[in-house]
């Protein structure tokens, strides 16, 4: 299997997006790409196989791809690397080994199943304390936890109702890069490929079944606050958004390796998701990949099938990279994301939503204020909250003055802090070769000896992020 790139041959800059591609192929363990200029008989064969709707019109000016799974990356002369980004998936991914992925289930799944048999059906079969138990530790030493026939089926009916009704209302989902986008940017963002979900939150939590699942993910939580293994790491997590519906349409829809809470700082700590996927099968793809941590981790470590009345649990934060697989039938998850006060107290807009009640709910019927108390650092910050409205919208002035007392920073501030030599070094050669700057030479003279290996003048990766950010260069006419 390989990925079909079709360009302009007589464009400066999609020969520039194709050195660069070329560059790193020649870098990577396997063929992964098959190159075809336009005009060419054989970009004109792969045109044909696109679908009617994802085959443009004509590609002057452009870089298209077609990947192995059917999904078309449009307009990759304008940003190559989430064309590298399928090549180094393809070179570097590996499948657990069998050894792998025993280990895993005797600690993950196992465990849950034999307290879901003992139950013989009982409601809430994981809310047993051996359950618990075993849930707390799966997530310290695998950070995931699987719950199968979490609900009644009751329930999950209603849940997959409220899902078909809402459906007409539900608009693209978005990835992070997306808060930072406006206007043609911002549509460009909501209709990559990257992600393929149509999305809807159910703020007020009326819809129907919202409300028992909710009451039951909450109660879980409480539970594992309860347990020895996750209790400190859980000591904050009294606050909750409420339930987003999302459906994969069955044309090879994804969502493409991401980290819930990547910087650590929008406040999210764990991540539930709800599957009710009847009559599901491996031919229908969408199974959720978890990776081992680290968004460079290429080792897979356990993929889970969407079923019906399945949860999944995982932890928001780097521990847990994972995607959504290619889906070949609908597919429908509820998410909902636990938070924490503490970390929420310190940027500026999950500080905000903690005094929004519409949009985050405090678990359990918890009292509101308490728990604002609770996750405050010192004295002069419980004063500070003390202080504020629990419904308010903050004026500048008043942003100014939490931004001093809570000491916020800003997520280019972390992301400072986080990146290596390597990143940066990475970051200026492509935005090099991007100008023209022939690929070999933009890497030699960006990227530190001690960084190359003996074979390539580059890292084994140097996709970074789904968010590259890319520079802004002049268009050239082709």
């Given at each position: 299997m390989v990925i079909h790139v079709l360009y302009d041959a007589c464009c400066p800059t999609c020969l520039r997006a194709i050195q660069l591609v070329t560059f790193r192929e020649d870098t990577l363990k396997a063929a992964t790409t098959e190159l075809h200029p336009w005009p060419s008989a054989g970009a004109e064969e792969v045109l044909r196989g696109m679908a009617f709707g994802e085959r443009p019109a004509s590609l002057r000016g452009r870089v298209w791809a077609k990947l192995s799974s059917g999904l078309v990356l449009p307009n990759c002369q304008e940003d190559p690397m989430r064309l590298i980004y399928e090549m180094e998936y393809m070179a570097f991914v590996r499948l657990p080994t069998p050894q792998i992925r025993a280990h895993v289930d005797e600690i993950v799944v196992l465990p849950l199943e034999r307290a879901r048999q003992d139950a013989k059906g009982r409601a809430r079969w994981w809310s047993s304390p051996s359950a618990l138990r075993s849930a707390a530790r799966a997530l310290a030493s695998q950070h995931f936890a699987v719950f199968d026939d979490f609900l009644p089926e009751a329930t999950c009916e209603a849940l997959a109702a409220s899902a078909r009704s809402?459906?007409?209302?539900?608009?693209?989902?978005?990835?992070?890069?997306?808060?930072?986008?406006?206007?043609?940017?911002?549509?460009?963002?909501?209709?990559?490929?990257?992600?393929?979900?149509?999305?809807?939150?159910?703020?007020?939590?009326?819809?129907?079944?919202?409300?028992?699942?909710?009451?039951?993910?909450?109660?879980?939580?409480?539970?594992?606050?309860?347990?020895?293994?996750?209790?400190?790491?859980?000591?904050?997590?009294?606050?909750?958004?409420?339930?987003?519906?999302?459906?994969?349409?069955?044309?090879?829809?994804?969502?493409?390796?991401?980290?819930?809470?990547?910087?650590?700082?929008?406040?999210?700590?764990?991540?539930?998701?709800?599957?009710?996927?009847?009559?599901?099968?491996?031919?229908?793809?969408?199974?959720?990949?978890?990776?081992?941590?680290?968004?460079q981790n290429c080792q897979v470590k356990r993929d889970v099938e969407p079923i019906w009345n399945r949860l999944v649990v995982f932890w928001s934060t780097q521990e847990v990279p994972h995607e959504v697989m290619a889906c070949y039938k609908d597919r429908l998850a509820i998410s909902v994301w636990f938070l924490c006060g503490a970390q929420s107290l310190r940027s500026r807009e999950p500080f905000t939503r903690l005094f929004r009640p519409e949009k985050l709910r405090c678990i359990a019927g918890r009292d509101r204020r308490q728990r604002l108390l609770h996750a405050a650092a010192n004295q002069n910050e419980r004063e500070a909250l003390a202080q504020l409205p629990l419904d308010c919208t903050f004026t500048q002035q008043q942003l100014s003055e939490q931004a001093r007392i809570f000491h916020w920073r800003t997520e280019e501030d972390v992301q400072k802090d986080q990146d290596t030599e390597q990143d940066l070094a990475i970051r200026t050669a492509v935005a090099k070769a991007l100008q023209g700057v022939p690929a070999a030479e933009a890497f030699q003279a960006a990227v530190p000896d001690k960084m190359q290996s003996a074979k390539c003048s580059l890292p084994l990766r140097f996709e970074l992020v789904e968010d590259f950010p890319l520079p802004r260069r002049p268009q050239d006419d082709p």
């Open positions: 809402a459906r007409p209302e539900m608009q693209r989902g978005a990835t992070g890069a997306a808060s930072k986008a406006t206007g043609t940017d911002l549509a460009k963002v909501l209709n990559e490929p990257s992600r393929g979900d149509v999305v809807k939150f159910c703020d007020d939590g009326k819809m129907s079944g919202c409300p028992e699942l909710l009451d039951a993910l909450d109660a879980l939580v409480e539970g594992l606050q309860g347990c020895e293994e996750t209790r400190q790491r859980l000591r904050c997590v009294d606050w909750a958004n409420g339930a987003m519906f999302a459906i994969y349409p069955g044309n090879a829809s994804r969502y493409i390796k991401h980290v819930d809470n990547t910087l650590g700082t929008d406040g999210r700590c764990l991540t539930a998701v709800l599957y009710l996927n009847r009559d599901w099968t491996k031919q229908h793809g969408g199974s959720l990949r978890l990776f081992e941590p680290g968004m």
